[in-house]
């Protein structure tokens, strides 16, 4: 039985209404997904170069426009 796939939660938001680079801590939450898991990252605007970047090193990518105007990412992790 394999283990079940996780979904993990990500909002930038605030980090980047601080003027922080949220890039690092962005690729870390990546880096600790395992095969089958999701990351939902959160951010003001659609990442489309992080988009490009990831589905580039084999993760799906579902950009959502959310209600409150954000936009809700999901990455995951295709190697399962």
């Given amino acids: 039985m394999s ?5 993990r939660q990500l909002d930038v938001r605030p980090l980047i209404a601080e003027g922080g680079e949220p890039f690092p801590k962005i690729m870390a ?5 395992q ?20 589905q580039g090193e084999g993760f ?9 105007g954000a936009w809700e990412t999901r990455f995951r992790r295709g190697d399962a």
């Fill in 35 to 54: 095969p089958g898991d999701t990351l939902a990252l959160i951010t003001p605007f659609m990442p489309s170069p992080l988009i490009e970047k990831l």
């Fill in 60 to 68: 799906e990518a579902r950009p959502e426009r959310r209600h409150d």
């Fill in 3 to 7: 283990a079940p796939r996780q979904l």
């Fill in 29 to 33: 939450a990546i880096q600790a997904l």
